[in-house]
């Protein structure tokens, strides 16, 4: 399946009607497996399955590392994924464990128990970052976006050091983003503790939690923070930035990681 589809549709402009082709974002059911048993099924865009599959496991807690991985192939056309991993008795735990209903995309739930979060441990590298640098990467960030530019359908994210864009991911949640870019950086064995993530949707709480669970220090957004994604982040010592757009931005927590 490819990641946009042509559509036929009537376009208003003013009192003119015109019949035009557009191109709209597709929407991917993806239903993960493990060791036999269906885990959830992600509503995504069919790119970067792989590390769809591996950064969800490992922000639900299903693995650590890759090496929790025995197995893992994936059936494009089907829509499957179907992953072997070590640790039986951590896949029956997180099965009939406690759900939490999250204000995510799609299906919105998360098998993790939210009081887990505020265990976490307290983000402890001091990484310095300036203005500048968070204006240049919000900009690069903006441009990178073709399928975003083409359909106006999709969340981005980008993992980043202080002077360039290392990984970048699409998909129509913006949760399903991040784990894509989390999946590929834990696949590629990146250092995370040193960068910084972008992304262009609301930070929720579970965005902040995924985040922290990484230890990744600074979290960008163009859009807006919710109240606990702030207290949690002013807990956990990380740099939340949201409205980062051309010369604005609103910082949220932990300030004295920036070089005014």
Known sequence: MKDTKKIEILRVKGSDVLEEEDIVVSEYPFTIFVNDEELITLLCSPKSLKYLTIGFLSSDGFINSTSDIIDIKIDKEKGISYVKIKNENSLIEKLYGKRTITSGCGKGTLFYNVLDSFKSKKIKNKMSITLDEI???????????????????????????????????????????????????LNDDVKLTDKILLVSGRISSEMLIKTAKREIPILVSRAAPTSLAIELAKELNITLIGFARGEKMNIYSNFPSFNF
């Open 135 to 185: 204006k240049n990467l919000v900009k690069s960030f903006s441009k990178n976006s073709e399928l975003f530019l083409s359909t106006g359908g999709v969340h981005s994210c980008a993992l980043c050091n202080n002077n360039e864009i290392l990984i970048f991911e699409e998909d129509i949640g913006r949760h399903n983003a991040l784990d894509k870019v989390l999946g590929r950086a």
